[in-house]
């Protein structure tokens, strides 16, 4: 038993002596603070009078899905000391008020609950500051002035090195005391209302994003300047861009004192640029119609095959359309900015304006809502509009077989009219021959005539507007011998049977003919040609009685454009007669309405050159809404 007990006491002697040296390794590191977590990284961007800088690979989260061990609170250190203290751990800090242009040391470091600080991360930036906008230059704009307004422009842009333009404001006041002032997201701004011959200053707040090192700061920057302008004189002269226009407009004296009481204006649908508006210092309306304006139409020539030939001139008349079927033939107009500046200000109160005639339906269509802008209705387009003789000439510059002879002054002499009383102007009357010689070519075989053509043809620009007037409509009154009667369809009868037709031919040039008043191209093959059968002139006796003169009245043809009209707009063709850039559809244009006599259906081998001369008379052509 006594051995037992002593057994006992010395195995728990043993055991004491060894457990009492257990923690004698760490005993040295009793005390020691564990700091908590730090960032992984640092990056920094700079700002206006602020610095934005990261703090996590990961990127920006929000700090509930952070978790930096111990750490509960960011600090942000700069200037020797903690600047800002933040009650969570984030991803990244937004550190502003540095109003001073000089390089900052940031420290930034996690705090935990027991106010041990981690390892921090360090950076040093310099912010943009107010000293950085105050050296700041910009670009002299390009001034456009009239005694009443200014126009200021950058015509290269604002864009640097140094900074990035984003848009700028405007104040001035005008010469009633109003304090006026706009903005733009552009490179162009519009002052109205000005004092002629006054010094005017004009406060220009640019919006820009400097660049600092090629990297673009956080922030957006506004800088003012003042812009000083001295006005010229009411008396100054200026240059008209559309003089023809404006002396149609009664205009004869050019500085903005002698238009000063000129309120309206009419423009014709081929207008080039709005640039004179700026010169008028109380216009309040616009008709953009031409309607009204005398011999306004340009007159225009072309030469071939040893001719000339000249059309034009003359007033605008309702079938008549500014060519521009698609994006690419969009009206080409100048200084619409001067139209929008004016409309924008409130100096315009009315706008006549032919819906889809100049390309400015986008721009007009709040001026539509708000009733500045009025669209013509259907009703002021007349049902048939006159064909103008000053469009008329003969297809000789293409071909000697397209020869006609017309009389000099277009209409036929009254004396001369078959029947005057049975048409509505017999004193418009168009006398047309398909084979009359010249003197230089009154050779044996030649070919005068045989395809004798003669054509309507419409100034640069514009087209025939077959949407509206659908049909061509003419009296005729043909003189011939017994070489037109016959049967056209089947073949048979007079050599010159064929005579009795009118063959419409819409092209949008003439021929293969150098036109350089045409703006998209030439090229032959650009034409569309409705059947010629429903063209012919005859009465019901004709295929069934041999007359020896084939009409004894007049005869009323009309010609029916609907096919005219689809291909015009639909017709996809070959590229080859495309010019560069336009699309392959919806591009034609019916500038010329070419009329062939006898559609090239003879075949008779010899030239043209009937025992009985063939004269043709027209009246009342017109093209119409309805048949």
């Given amino acids: 038993m006594k051995r037992l007990i002593y057994l006992f006491i010395t195995v728990f002697a043993f055991y004491w002596v060894s457990c009492s040296k257990m923690y004698d390794n760490i005993e040295e590191y009793a005390g020691e603070i564990v700091y908590p977590a730090s960032f992984d990284t640092i990056f920094g961007r700079i700002g206006y009078e602020r610095v934005e800088i990261d703090l996590m690979k990961v990127g920006r989260l929000p700090s509930r899905k952070l978790s930096l061990g111990k750490a509960t609170r960011t600090i942000v250190e700069y200037d020797g000391k903690p600047q800002l203290t933040i009650d969570s751990v984030c991803s990244w800090v937004n550190i502003t008020g540095l109003s001073e242009s000089k390089l900052y040391r940031f420290k930034i470091y ?89 010094d005017v200053s004009v406060d220009v707040t640019y919006r820009i994003i400097p660049i600092v090192d090629e990297v673009r700061i956080l922030d957006t920057v506004e800088v003012t300047r003042a812009m000083e302008v001295e006005m010229p004189s009411a008396s100054t002269p200026f240059s008209p861009s559309e003089r023809v226009i404006l002396v149609a407009n009664g205009i004869t004296t050019f500085t903005s004192e002698a238009v000063a009481s000129v309120k309206k204006l009419t423009l014709p649908l081929h207008l080039s640029t709005f640039a004179d508006l700026f010169y008028f210092p109380n216009l309040e309306e616009l008709d953009l119609t031409g309607q009204g304006l005398k011999d306004i139409l340009p007159m225009q020539s072309l030469s071939g095959n040893g001719a000339s030939i000249s059309f034009g001139g003359g007033d605008w008349l309702p079938f008549m359309r500014r060519i521009e079927y698609t994006e690419v033939l969009k009206a080409d107009i100048k200084s619409i900015e001067t139209l929008t500046d004016l409309l924008e200000s409130g100096a315009i109160k009315k706008i006549t304006y032919i819906k889809s005639s100049m390309s400015l339906d986008t721009i007009f269509k709040p001026y539509v809502a708000n009733g500045v802008v009025q669209h013509v209705p259907e009703a002021w387009f007349p049902e048939s509009s006159l064909l103008d003789p000053r469009f008329l000439h003969g297809g000789e510059v293409v071909t000697n077989s397209f020869f006609v002879n017309l009389d000099l002054n277009r209409y036929a002499p009254v004396s001369e009219v078959p029947s005057p009383e049975a048409v509505n102007n017999p004193d418009k009357v168009y006398k047309i021959i398909p084979r009359v010689l010249r003197n230089d070519q009154n050779q044996p075989n030649n070919d005068f005539g045989r395809n004798a053509t003669f054509s309507f043809t419409l100034p640069r620009g514009y087209m025939y507007d077959f949407d509206r007037y659908r049909y061509v409509k003419v009296k005729v009154y043909i003189k011939g011998g017994a070489e037109l009667n016959g049967d056209i369809i089947n073949g048979s009868g007079g050599a010159y049977r064929n005579y009795r037709v009118l063959w419409p031919r819409v092209r949008y040039t003439f021929w293969g003919s150098d036109d350089p008043n045409n703006p998209y191209g030439n090229g032959d093959g650009w034409e569309w040609k409705p059947g010629w059968q429903s063209n012919e002139i005859r009465d019901k006796a004709m295929y069934t009685v041999p007359y020896s003169n084939v009409n004894t009245s007049w005869y009323e043809v009309t010609m029916d454009m609907q096919q005219v009209k689809d ?61």
């Fill in 110 to 198: 996690t705090e935990d609950s027991y106010g041990n600080y981690s390892v921090p991360k360090e950076i040093a930036l310099i912010p943009y500051t107010r000293h950085d906008v105050e050296v700041v230059s910009f670009a002299s704009p390009k001034l456009n002035l009239s005694p009443s307004s200014l126009v200021a422009e950058w015509p290269n842009g604002l864009n640097t090195s140094i900074y990035k333009y984003t848009g700028l404001s405007y104040s001035y006041t005008d010469k009633n005391g109003d304090k006026k002032s706009g903005s733009t997201g552009g490179e162009r701004f519009y002052c109205g209302n000005l004092e002629a011959g006054q």
């Fill in 567 to 627: 291909r015009l707009m639909n017709q996809d063709h070959d590229a080859s007669r495309v010019p560069a850039g336009f699309p392959r559809k919806g591009h034609y244009h019916s500038r010329n309405l070419c009329i062939n006599l006898g559609a090239e259906l003879g075949s008779n081998p010899n030239p043209h050159n009937p025992a009985t001369p063939i004269v043709y008379y027209f009246a009342d052509f017109r093209l119409s809404k309805t048949p």
